[in-house]
């Protein structure tokens, strides 16, 4: 069973800073694919940014300049560094993680979340 546990989340005001972490636990192969996605209320979960494991990274454009992804590989933990946070980035932020279970499975993975809330 993999678990993806994330932290980081909270209330800060508009041009401030987070820090969100995600670690996977659990039996696996590898996890080719880390990412972050974001949920605001009454909108659809969207992209935020995605990392491989030799640190290939993808943005949406509207967190490029603002947001770095990162990870630890020998930790299995991704993160995402937030800054000049705006109002609009108020949302519940998903950590997704593709995992090589075997040699030929691939399973993707959710974390349950972590509320971000930036005050104007």
């Known amino acids: 069973q993999v678990q993806l546990v994330e932290s980081g989340g909270g209330l800060v005001q508009a041009g401030g800073s987070l820090r969100l972490s995600c670690a996977a636990s659990?039996?696996?192969?590898?996890?080719?694919?880390m990412g972050w996605y974001r949920q605001a209320p009454g909108k659809q979960r969207e992209l935020v940014a995605t990392?491989?494991?030799?640190?290939?990274?993808n943005y949406a454009n509207s967190m490029k300049g603002r947001f770095t992804i990162s990870r630890d590989n020998a930790k299995n933990t991704v993160y995402l560094q937030m800054n000049r946070l705006k109002p609009e980035d108020t949302a519940v932020y998903y950590c997704?993680?593709?995992?090589?279970?075997?040699?030929?499975?691939?399973?993707?993975?959710w974390g349950q979340g972590t509320q971000v809330t930036v005050s104007s």
């Open positions: 997704n993680a593709g995992i090589q279970a075997t040699r030929f499975r691939f399973d993707d993975y």
């Open positions: 659990g039996s696996f192969f590898s996890i080719p694919f």
């Open positions: 990392i491989t494991t030799d640190g290939t990274t």
